[in-house]
């Protein structure tokens, strides 16, 4: 049973060291491949891009509150890289759209209450050159599906 245990333990380490070295990356890199990305997806039927470069998809439209940057929200989500792999997901988390990064701010604005969107959000309006923490590298362009639940005013 303890072998086992150690066995899981040390192949979910080696996972995660090796996501966390596939997913940040050369900074150049990140940001070729980015507004690669982003200038394919921008051809695609329904993505919009604002004049910010932040390019959204309609998933689901709303009928409720339209929120402003100074409210805070509940929503579901889930971020991806470009290439799909997941690096976060909430249900239900709250948070002020002061605090969080400038594509989410944007983007979050645009939608009302009920509505499900896809962000693509490039580096500039993600984490940038820092990039955060292990998994998201600098200059690295995002994902983000997001489902407004309720404007909090």
């Not at 409720?64 to 940057?69: A, E, I, L, S």
């Not at 955060?132 to 909090?152: H, Q, T």
């Amino acid at each position: 049973m303890i072998k086992h245990s150690l066995i899981r333990s040390v192949l979910a380490a080696l996972c995660l060291a090796a996501m966390a070295a596939c997913s940040a990356g050369d900074p150049e890199q990140n940001k070729k491949e980015g507004a690669a990305f982003l200038a394919e997806n921008a051809k695609k039927e329904g993505v919009v891009t604002t004049a910010s470069g932040l390019q959204y998809q309609i998933l689901k439209e709303g009928n409720g509150v339209r929120p402003n940057g100074q409210d805070s929200v509940t929503v579901n989500y889930r971020g991806a890289f470009i290439s799909g792999g997941e690096f976060d997901s909430g249900e239900g988390v709250t948070f002020p759209l002061s605090g969080v990064i400038p594509g989410w701010t944007e983007g979050v604005q645009l939608m009302t209450e009920g509505a499900k969107f896809r962000f693509f959000i490039p580096s500039e309006l993600a984490y940038g050159e820092s990039g955060a923490g292990r998994l998201i590298g600098p200059n690295m362009a995002l994902v983000f599906d997001v489902e407004l639940l309720k404007v909090n005013r």
